[in-house]
């Protein structure tokens, strides 16, 4: 949703003919299990903007309601198309459905369709040898420009309003800290964190306090396409290269986060069915039978009884958005400690997530849950993450006000705190605020050991990690050195203009 970087709208335009920008609002998409309102609300703020930003070029943007199918019949009968452009999807498998069934509509009519690659990601990618390098070519490149002017079709438009989330059937979502979208405020938020707003990045991501003004809060612009990556990427290099107020040590720590999104939304992109079963096929059945529907209402409402796992859940339903760590803890503790299969919770924190972007978040989903077989299960101790992150109380006092009044560190542990000191404090458990589901050691102890069978009695589970490390495993560590040898053997003004490199893998 922008027109800078864009190559679909930079190829349409240069063909020479009238373009005719579309955005069909797809109600049946908008009706899956992992939309929201608060969703809808940042793509239709990025409409308006995206509307006026086309009428300037000359070719405004028409809507359609509806199925994209429908929409190009209806423009086909009045105007006849010759070429659709768009963005190759990396999206959910509802998604993947729709795009076959529209190239299938175009191909029947005789209707060229070009998709252009969406970002670093790789379609029918055989091997992931040498994609690092690929991630270079194209993120290390220039943005491409907006089109200079378009010329528009004299077309009514066919749907000129936009609806609100209950005008497309989504349930009340009540997102008061929700960040605004469009590219404008995508823009502000690029320019002050390598202006300065992410001098400590690096050390501040961590920490659900001090990440919402560290980290770079792009990623609601990428899910929603109002700035590329490529785009982010040239604008940390050049502010390294300037010497601006975000130190290069911070940049590069950004930069690899950006290399870190490309290599996820590869997993999705290479093997669709991520989304719905295990990636490591190994580990079918660990927990889809044993399901605690109390265990997960309490996770999900932010009332398991342990305080920062409840305050960074409430804190995400409010605002939509908490720093990585954290979103790692919360599917973490439902995994582990409440032994919740992941794709239940992942489909509540995708409705949560402002910045859901299916190509993360069910790889995500799963690494964080143990079931990849090439990562080490990592079990987050919800009492140690509170004290380390929040060690005076105040994100827990913010996020679960009916245990603000105890004092720091019991406040972490209201549970261990004596009956009669919580009840000086106006607090009586299981009134004001629930015990722990689980005792938190006792539940990672029999986590381990699940875990520690499974691998122990099911057959094959070794060569299974083999195969699913060759087709998802990260090369990083095999291409750094190379990027950075080719890095020194260009001459600086190729270096410059091709846009390659520039701050190294």
């Known amino acids: 949703l922008r027109v800078v970087d864009h190559a679909p709208l930079l190829a349409a335009a240069a063909r020479g003919g009238a373009v005719l920008p579309l955005y069909v609002i797809e109600p049946e998409l908008w ?33 359609f309601f509806g199925e994209v199918i429908d929409a190009f019949a209806e423009i086909h009968r009045t105007h006849r198309i010759t070429e659709v452009h768009a963005h190759e999807e990396t999206g959910n498998a509802w998604t993947f459905a729709r795009d076959r069934r529209v190239a299938g509509w175009l191909r029947q009519q005789g209707v060229a369709f070009v998709e252009h690659p969406n970002g670093s990601t790789v379609r029918r990618l055989a091997r992931r040898d040498g994609w690092v390098r690929h991630w270079e070519r194209h993120n290390g490149a220039t943005p491409l ?32 800290g929700r960040q605004p979208g469009g590219r404008e405020s995508a823009l502000r938020l690029l320019g002050s964190f390598v202006d300065g707003r992410g001098s400590d990045y690096s050390r501040g991501m961590s920490s659900p306090i001090s990440a919402p003004k560290v980290c770079s809060r792009l990623s ?17 290099r050049a502010a390294a290269e300037a010497g601006l107020a975000t130190p290069s040590r911070a940049l590069r720590s950004f930069e690899s986060r950006l290399h870190w999104q490309g290599h996820f939304m590869q997993k999705l992109e ?15 059945g660990l927990r889809e039978n044993d399901f605690d529907e109390a265990a997960f209402s309490a996770w999900a409402s932010g009332h398991t009884g342990w305080p920062f796992v409840d305050a960074c859940m409430r804190r995400l339903a409010a605002t939509g958005w908490i720093n990585f760590r954290m979103r790692a803890m919360l599917t973490a503790v439902a995994s582990y400690h409440l032994w919740l299969h992941w794709r239940p919770t992942g489909l509540h924190l995708a409705r949560l997530f402002t910045d859901y972007e299916p190509g993360i ?28 992150q929040d060690p005076e109380g105040h994100f827990v006092r913010r996020w679960v006000p009916e245990l603000a009044a105890l004092p720091a560190p019991w406040i972490h542990q209201p549970w261990a705190m004596p009956t009669d000191q919580l009840a000086r404090h106006g607090i009586v458990l299981d009134r004001d605020y629930p015990r722990p589901v689980r005792d938190h050691v006792a539940a990672v102890r029999e986590a381990r050991a699940k875990l520690s069978d499974w691998w122990r009695e099911t057959p ?14 990260s090369r990083m560590r095999q291409a750094r050195p190379k990027l950075e040898a080719a890095k020194k053997k260009r001459p600086a003004s190729q270096e410059t203009t091709q846009g390659d490199l520039f701050g190294g893998g």
């Open 31 to 63: 009706a899956q299990d992992d939309a929201s309102a608060r969703q809808w609300d940042l793509f239709r703020e990025a409409l308006v903007e995206l509307q006026r930003e086309l009428a300037a070029l000359g070719a405004p943007l028409h809507l």
């Open 361 to 388: 978040h069910w790889p995500q989903a799963q690494m964080q849950s143990g079931v990849t077989g090439i990562n080490v299960p990592r079990m987050y101790n919800p009492l140690k993450q509170g004290l380390d």
């Open 270 to 284: 290479s093997e669709s069915a991520i989304e719905f079963r295990n990636v490591h096929r190994g580990f079918d």
């Open 460 to 473: 094959g589970l070794r060569d299974e990690a083999r195969r699913v490390l060759e087709r998802h495993g």
């Open 220 to 236: 609601v612009h990428f899910a929603t396409g109002t700035l590329s990556i490529r785009e982010a990427t040239a604008a940390a």
């Open 145 to 176: 420009p907006a089109p200079s002017a378009l010329r528009g079709v004299d077309l009514l438009p066919i749907f000129n309003a936009l609806p609100s989330a209950q005008e497309l059937g989504l349930p009340d979502d009540f997102c008061p």
